[in-house]
């Protein structure tokens, strides 16, 4: 049920409908809440009626929007899950909810996106999270199924294929390049950083750069690595490991300046653009 309050020189309508969530917006004149509360209420009885509406209110873009409002509030979302909800927003922004059909998933794989592999597999999984939430949130009666007919369309296409697994570690001579590349173009990235890796096996850039002195247990011979990537829970993933091989030594020979909060100070950005391990098609060893 609708209601319209006045307050101050404005109006309020909120439109209260058991079973979905109340809704509240605020015009510079009753006729247009009126307007609004009316659109509202039509598009609830729609909802009720199994019926998808249209309008600006009711797009792919619009309901990513809400995904990142409602669920972002309450469970930071990582790096590449934001990038990915950014890029489905952007592309299907006008795309309405009631057309979204397996075809115009594909359409957005193949064409729009034009990715493939585990890079798609990821753009599925997070329309399918993002339809769910739509229909517990808002009731929306596009059914996240829509995104299981198009992976199965994309798969007999051979869009989802994973990636060949590697399997081998660096030559010695494939690392004496990079350390030697290193050398003469590195500003910020070192031999030392390529060694710590070697040593500690952990996932560079992110757990490298996010190492803190505060974090390490020299005792023990160990470090708390923060928010490590895990695919249920990433925040507040905190995880205590040991510190193997030259590890120690490597961090012993980093500087400490007073207040220093990383024992790597090297932005994640920088260690992606420097090209380390192009090959020999590019610049870098």
Not at 73 to 90: C, H, Q, S
Request: a positive charge; proline letters at 5%; hydrophobic letters at 35%.
């Amino acid at each position: 049920m609708a209601s319209i309050i006045q307050i101050g020189d404005k109006w309020r309508a909120q439109v209260r409908r058991k079973g979905h969530p109340t809704q509240t917006k605020t015009f510079s004149t009753k006729a247009l809440a009126k307007h609004w509360a009316k659109t509202v209420e039509g598009d609830t009885e729609k909802l009720n009626a199994g019926v998808m509406p249209k309008g600006d209110a009711w797009t792919v873009g619009k309901l990513v929007e809400r995904y990142e409002e409602k669920v972002g509030a309450t469970k930071p979302f990582g790096k590449n899950k934001a990038d990915v909800l950014k890029k489905i927003r952007e592309t299907l922004k006008d795309v309405q909810l009631a057309d979204l059909t397996p075809q115009r998933i594909v359409e957005y794989i193949c064409d729009e996106r034009k990715i493939k592999g585990v890079t798609a597999g990821i753009d599925l999984t997070y329309l399918k999270g993002v339809l769910k939430m739509g229909r517990a949130l808002l009731g929306t009666p596009v059914h996240p199924s829509v995104v299981d007919d198009a992976r199965e369309t994309l798969n007999h296409l051979g869009m989802l294929q994973r990636g060949e697994e590697r399997d081998r570690r660096p030559t010695t001579d494939e690392l004496t390049r990079i350390k030697g590349w290193l050398a003469a173009h590195g500003d910020t990235l070192r031999c030392d950083h390529i060694d710590f890796i070697l040593s500690s096996c952990f996932r560079p850039p992110s757990e490298l750069v996010g190492l803190r002195w505060a974090d390490l247990n020299r005792e023990d011979r160990t470090i708390m690595i923060r928010d490590r990537k895990d695919p249920r829970k990433k925040i507040g993933n905190n995880q205590i490991v040991p510190l193997l091989g030259e590890c120690m030594a490597i961090i012993d020979r980093q500087d400490h300046p007073e207040g220093a909060e990383f024992i790597f100070p090297v932005n994640g950005d920088t260690w992606s653009r420097s090209g380390v391990g192009d090959g020999p098609s590019g610049s870098s060893p």
